[in-house]
């Protein structure tokens, strides 16, 4: 499995974890809690879309597009900071609850261990795609 299948379908894997988590939030929790699941998992997702692109960008072999390595890590602490700021001002504001914005940033996370669980499943049960 190339790299653009793999993410394909971590991407789905993504929103449907969001799609799931805040369904059920939605119906169990209060506002702020399900708000939290939705603003955590809608931040993770964009931050590893930028991540990826900026590595992707970054590992070209070709001359067209190729970054620096300096560029490339000044990417990176600019969305980690970038970041940071964002979390802390969720949690500042008290806009989000702190357990239910957790639970949104883990998104990406448990979307990677749950294609992991998938791969394996497909692996041992003998399908191809």
Known sequence: MDWQDLYRDLKVFNWVILLLLASISFFLMSNTFTAGIIVGGLLVIANFHVFQHTIRQGLLS?????????LVIAKYYLRLLAMGL????????????????ALGLS???????????????????????
């Not at 070709?62 to 300096?70: E, T």
């Open 86 to 101: 964002l979390i802390y001002l969720f949690m500042a504001q008290k806009w989000v609850h702190p357990v239910g914005f």
């Open 62 to 70: 070709d001359g067209q597009g190729k970054a620096k390595k300096g």
């Open 107 to 129: 998104i990406v996370v448990i979307s990677i261990a749950a294609l992991g669980i998938h791969m394996i499943r497909k692996t041992f049960s003998g399908e191809t795609t």
